[in-house]
């Protein structure tokens, strides 16, 4: 949490088997579900950029909301 606002940061490290990639790094979009206390839930994507071998990605979101899960569409 970052006071005054109370804003939370989500991250993950991702990595990427890029074996048969003929780059070292590019762009990748991740489906996220957040979830919040007093309204609907909302699907989103958001844009990263990946390189070798693994890169931290953050989302970040209001104090009353959270991450409902990532999507696999």
């Not at 071998?53 to 990532?70: C, H, I, L, R």
């Amino acid at each position: 949490m970052q006071p005054p606002t109370l804003e939370r940061r989500w991250t993950a490290i991702v990595s990427a088997d890029a074996r048969r990639c003929a780059t070292t790094a590019g762009y990748f979009e991740m489906g996220l579900a957040r979830e919040k206390e007093t309204g609907l839930e909302l699907e989103f994507r958001e844009q990263f950029i990946w390189s070798l071998p693994s890169v931290t990605v953050g989302v970040d979101f209001w104090a009353d909301e959270a991450v409902g899960g990532v999507l696999d569409r």
